[in-house]
């Protein structure tokens, strides 16, 4: 389990706590937090739950796969920062992770 | 304008639920056309995971999503069933106790029963959010290549990193006066061979590639003139050109459907689990597009769904008979449907 800030684009914060296994993504749409579409459920084929990774936190999550670099291609306002929400699952160890998330989904 | 297309049933979708509807509805005795936006059939599975194996279909322990729709087409190719692609449907009037559907190329089809088999909606390509790209759209911008000639001796910009960019990169550097190729990283998705030709064509200076990059901006007056394009490291940058074609895949789109007047929940068409009907007599919705009380999106729901579907459809496609529950094992009528010999 673990709490973690979603800030909108607009500088909105929520604070939500997603159980070990859920990813990000299904975390924020099960508890609607705005901007992040995730059209296709989860199977890393759509990059609408693309969020921007806090700087401090990039390193303590698993590295992207091909698939989901991919992927990110479809994103809009790519970074070096950037990740799909869907494809990372949440555990202890990510409590108090901050993700902003961006102006627009594609 | 083409001709009225009278069925018993019409099946928006060619995934693997519409498939299935066009077999359930076969052997009932029922014709239908099936009608989807894509260029080709299977929907999601052939467009998104064609080589991903899927474990959960009963019966068959492994295949995949494009061994899936060959299985399928196998299945219904007795029917010798109509599929109208590169279309949807726009717009949907009610004609007496029938529907009439008017599909995006103008062909009208005229059913007592529409199954929506929509999947998470139809294709349409992926558009940046960016309000200039949108203003420019078929004055410069385009996201398709319906007829290549019109780029003959044009400045092109093409954004993207897979196939598609690639493979028109490559055809039009044939024509065209130049090009520039723009994507966000140094990795293409596209096939290493495709690859090397492009690379070739950035040495012989046809091709002017800028990785990195991404587009930010549109600029012209009546017609497109140039696109800015911003690097990772903040530079932005003015791309003089004719046109821009942007290959950022697909996207998925309820579209028209929002318009006629179903109920919609979150992105799904409500219906009830008797027979999968919606607020509208006789438009049904079956699949991934469905959503009822403990809805699960797998392809066995949907075949399911399908079924049960195809009974009410055949009591509005021939209220005066009767239908008759039948096992495909024994029945001479399905047998017959099926082309089996004796």
Known sequence: MAIIKFIEHSGTEHEIDIPNGLTIMEGATKNKVPGIDADCGGACACATCHVYINEKWIEKIPQKEDSEEDMLDFAFEVKDNSRLSCQITVNDELEGLVVNIPEKQF | MTDHIKTDCLVIGAGPVGLFAVFELGI???????????????????????????????????????????????????????????????????????????????????????FIAGGVGSFEPRKPPIENIIKFENKGVSYAIPNKEIYKDKTIVIFGGGDSALDWTVELSKIAKHIYLVHRREDFRAVEHTVSLMQQLVKEN???????????????????????????????????????????????????????????????????????????????????????????????????????????????????????FRYSTSDKDIHERLGLKK
Request: hydrophobic share 35%; charged share 25%.
């Open chain 2, 28 to 114: 009932l005795g029922l014709k239908s056309e099936v009608v989807d936006n894509l260029d080709k059939i299977g929907g999601q599975c052939a467009e998104l995971y064609p080589d991903k194996p899927i474990y959960d279909i009963p019966g068959l322990p492994s295949c995949t999503g494009q061994s899936l729709v060959d299985n399928l087409l196998k299945q219904i190719e007795p029917f010798k069933t109509p599929m109208h692609l590169n279309q949807r449907i726009e717009s949907l009037k009610k004609v007496e106790e029938k529907w009439e559907a008017t599909t995006s190329l103008g062909q009208i089809f005229l059913t007592p029963s529409i």
């Open chain 2, 206 to 324: 046809k091709v002017t590639l800028y990785t990195n990059n991404q587009v930010i901006d549109a600029n012209g007056d009546e017609c497109l003139r140039s696109v800015s394009i911003k690097s990772k490291d903040g530079k932005i940058e003015i791309l003089d050109c004719d046109d821009v074609l942007i290959f950022h895949g697909l996207k998925n789109e309820l579209g028209p459907i929002n318009d006629w007047g179903l109920g919609i929940s979150e992105k799904q068409i409500l219906v009830n689990t008797e027979n999968f009907q919606t607020n509208l007599d006789g438009i049904f919705a079956i699949g991934d597009i469905a959503s009822y009380p403990g809805k699960l999106k797998l392809i066995l729901s949907g075949f399911h769904e399908a079924a049960l579907a195809a009974q009410q459809a055949f009591k509005r496609a021939k209220p005066d008979e009767n239908l008759l």
